[in-house]
């Protein structure tokens, strides 16, 4: 028996003496908060934006696309990704040193990284395939030698035809992807490998893709049975890596998000399905007491999304009420609301423009990345969308590092399309979802008097507030204006835009 089969033997029998602690935390450094997806980004294009942009707006970690070897293309689709062929870290967005490099600099930045990763299944495909890295695999005979992978690592071939069947679901292959056997000892010992490679490199935590169809005790096993966090990247002694499990639950099912709870946080799809349908289909009245329907994962174990890089393109759950960047004011208020409130971990999606569910990111011909480009106002040019360089989004997230914990307060509404709350004693944020109607109200603010900068339409500088102002009077209240052709419908204060305090 070799060394490396010894330390996997010494792991089971830990497993079954000792209680594994699940991992909910994503050790985001104090005042941060909000996780960028920066989908299909070059790991030297997350360095340097974690440097320069990231890190001083005060967002929390970053989530990058899978790092390990993939199935390539004749296209580049960005779906490729999530077809493993081996796990050496080499692919479109650079190679093991680019990586170690990007989650160095973004440390360095304040910037935690999380990475995505695939366990339910290998690379799908006739004959020989040749992954990203020039690794050869034979996928219809279930031969992967770089991992290494054999037939014997995989459940019996079968396809998922009835999702009311929790074993088939679980057990067979979804959408003919070889699918991993996780109770493999060989499996359970390269994927936990695997991870601690990465957590040896400073990572912060995972998201763990397609976890309904991997059974809850073997996930539990796969992430508790990893290193703890590295300490020589200021994690605390004894941390757990974060995870969050990509578990599509709208209650149509049997099988639950409920079930995965105990590993760690969990991909809130609800979230994502009721949002698209409030903001398209004007329901905003329906907010009041977002994120406690008993529907919903409690706050500290939700990961909470407008949309994903899979329901964007019409993949995965919610429909045609998915909001994405092409939905405009609506798309824009629904992403600053989700910023806003203080239900869930947040995590907001940076695109790419794409005409096609298949389309990669933007590329030369040989499908080498085209890394973003920024105008004179910071915005993306060049075919990224670059949600997270939206101003009024970074405003947002430094409201919500401003008002940390703070609950929802003196909620107001009209009954139709206008509303406005406070976060505790520290924030104020108004909503006008009229196209053609001015918001205009006395309204309580809950902030100290003074006068007040709209982060949302300006900024505070050396010659004063560069948008709306804000008068709140001692009593506490203000008169709020958001025109019907304000570009994002969204008016926010907090302590930190007073630019005149009250004598």
């Known amino acids: 028996m070799q060394i490396r089969d010894l330390v996997f033997v010494f792991k089971l029998i830990l497993w079954s003496l000792v209680h594994v602690r699940a991992q909910f935390d994503p050790y985001f450094l104090p005042g941060r908060s909000v996780i960028v997806h920066l989908f299909e980004w070059k790991f030297a294009d997350i360095a340097k934006e974690c440097e320069e942009y990231l890190g001083p707006n005060g967002f929390g970690g970053v989530q990058v696309s899978p790092v390990n070897e993939v199935l390539v293309t004749p296209l580049g689709a960005w779906w490729e990704r999530y077809q493993p062929v081996s796990y050496a870290i080499i692919g479109r967005s650079g190679d093991e040193l680019d990586f170690m490099d990007m989650v160095k600099r973004c440390y360095d930045a304040g910037v935690r990284i999380y990475v995505d990763v695939v366990f339910n299944h290998m690379a799908a495909g006739p004959g020989e395939i040749i992954g990203t890295g020039g690794s050869v695999v034979y996928p219809d005979e279930r031969l992967y030698p770089h991992v290494p992978y054999g037939p014997e690592d995989f459940n019996d071939d079968c396809l998922i035809e009835d999702y009311q069947d929790t074993v088939q679901v679980r057990d067979c292959a979804l959408v003919s992807l070889p699918d991993l056997n996780q109770k493999s000892d060989n499996v359970k010992r390269n994927v936990i490998e695997f991870l601690d490679r990465l957590i040896d490199y400073g990572v912060a935590g995972f998201r763990a893709d397609a976890c309904k169809h991997m059974w ?29 499990q990509e578990v599509i639950d709208l209650g149509q099912e049997p099988i639950s998000k409920n079930e995965y709870i105990t590993n760690g946080a969990i991909t809130e799809f609800l979230f994502s399905a009721e949002i698209g349908d409030i903001f398209r289909n004007k329901k905003l009245k329906e907010l009041m007491n977002w994120g406690t329907d008993e529907r919903f994962l409690r706050s500290d174990r939700a990961l909470v999304f407008v949309e994903n890089h899979d329901n964007e393109r019409g993949h995965g759950a919610g429909g045609e009420n998915i909001l994405t960047y092409k939905d405009g004011k609506r798309y824009m208020m629904a992403v600053l609301f989700a910023i806003a409130h203080p239900y869930g971990i947040v995590r907001i999606m940076s695109s790419y423009d794409f005409a096609n569910s298949d389309q990669g990111p933007p590329a030369k011909p040989d499908l080498e990345i085209i890394s973003p480009v920024f105008n004179e ?18 405003a947002m997230v430094k409201f919500r590092n401003i008002v940390g914990e703070r609950g929802v307060m003196h909620w107001a509404d009209n009954g139709e399309q206008q509303f406005a709350f406070c976060r505790g004693d520290l924030g104020f944020v108004a909503f006008n979802g009229y196209t053609r109607s001015n918001l205009e109200s006395d309204v309580k603010v809950c902030l100290p008097p003074g006068i007040y900068c709209d982060v949302i339409s300006g900024s505070v500088g050396e010659l004063g507030c560069t948008g709306l102002e804000v008068v709140v009077n001692d009593a506490g209240y203000a008169k709020v204006f958001i025109p019907a052709d304000s570009p994002s419908g969204v008016l926010a204060i907090h302590l930190g835009s007073v630019f005149i305090p009250s004598k």
Do not use: M
Not at 218 to 243: H, M, Q, V, Y
């Open 377 to 394: 106002k910071g915005l993306c040019t060049n075919g990224w969308i670059c949600q997270h360089r939206w101003p009024e989004v970074a």
């Open 216 to 244: 809850p005790d073997d996930i539990k096993f796969l992430f508790g049975n990893t290193k703890n966090l590295s300490i020589e990247f200021g994690f605390p002694p004894n941390a757990r890596p974060f995870l969050y």
